[in-house]
């Protein structure tokens, strides 16, 4: 059966959800998870850099 619903809140966020990520500067990768920096400063990371 499809999925009709799939990456609909992704379209919402700006560039899709897509841009840069602060920790290992990929370009043009999803940016979905947050991260807490030092202090409690939160980032959104790719997935890669999730668990770092």
Known sequence: ???RNRGKSLKKLPSKGRG???V???TRI???Y???KEGNQM???CKNCRDK
């Open 1 to 3: 059966m499809a999925k």
């Open 20 to 22: 840069t990520c602060p």
């Open 24 to 26: 290992c500067g990929r």
């Open 30 to 32: 999803k940016l979905l």
């Open 34 to 36: 947050p991260y807490r």
């Open 43 to 45: 980032l959104n990371v």
